[in-house]
């Protein structure tokens, strides 16, 4: 089974519309889970991560996401969606001594 | 800021060619990792290093070697380069085993 999926190649938003990017995961024992943005031609920028606590994160660029374990996801949100959001994100978790990352989500914000 | 430099942006090489990729972390960082991404691929693992003169498999070594011989620098090879390991590299650095990962902005090899 795939340990991390992230179940839409791309998501389209409207500028100033809420923004979520979708990443289910599949491991044994507490999951540590990480979310990435990549701009292009640049390498991957480390955004927020979930170890242990509050299953609301905060991280970077006022991105946050939500652990749910009962539905074992953790979403990637945004309140309100800017141009420069517009990049390639990856979900990961930590198994087995390393990260697995998911396949990446296309995010575009048109005006 | 943690820097991950990478020691060229775009190479060409011919099939093959050995070729040599450096990665270089100025955090005084003990983990390193090297990754292929390919589109719709994600990131995969080809070898990381726990420490200085020390390094494991990740999940698509062959082909490929590693060097860490300082804790700053670890290298990828590509013994005989083929047209199939065209791609873009990643090197990255954490603190941590269990923590975030610093990258590089990545290498674009093209094998001809």
């Known amino acids: 089974a795939q340990s991390v999926a992230q179940p839409e190649d791309q998501v389209n938003v409207a500028e100033g519309n809420p923004l979520t990017v979708k990443c289910t995961y599949s491991?044994?024992?507490?999951?540590?889970l990480f979310w990435y943005v990549q701009y292009p031609n640049r390498g991957l920028q480390f955004l927020l991560k979930?170890?242990?606590?509050?299953?609301l994160v905060k991280g970077s660029y006022g991105f946050e996401a939500e652990f749910n374990k009962s539905q074992t996801s953790f979403h990637l949100k945004k309140p309100s969606a800017l141009v420069s959001d517009s990049a390639l994100y990856f979900c990961?978790?930590?198994?087995?001594?390393?990260?697995?990352f998911g396949q990446g989500t296309e995010l575009s914000v048109k005006p | 800021d943690v820097k991950v430099t990478q020691s060229s942006r775009y190479l060409v090489k011919r099939t093959g060619e050995k070729v040599f990729l450096e990665c270089v972390q100025d955090?005084?960082?003990?983990?390193m990792f090297w990754y292929r991404q390919d589109p719709g691929l994600g990131l995969r693992l080809i070898y990381f290093?726990?420490?200085?003169?020390?390094?494991e498999k990740g999940d698509i070594p062959e082909g490929y070697s590693v060097s860490r011989e300082k804790k700053e620098r670890f290298s990828l090879i590509l013994e005989s380069a083929s047209t199939n390991q065209t791609s873009m590299y990643l090197c990255a650095s954490s603190l941590y085993r269990v923590a975030e990962q610093y990258f590089g902005p990545g290498t674009r090899l093209t094998v001809t």
């Open positions: 979930y170890i242990t606590g509050d299953n």
């Open positions: 990961a978790v930590w198994q087995g001594g390393k990260l697995i």
């Open positions: 290093s726990y420490d200085v003169k020390m390094k």
């Open positions: 491991v044994s024992g507490n999951p540590y």
């Open positions: 955090m005084d960082h003990e983990n």
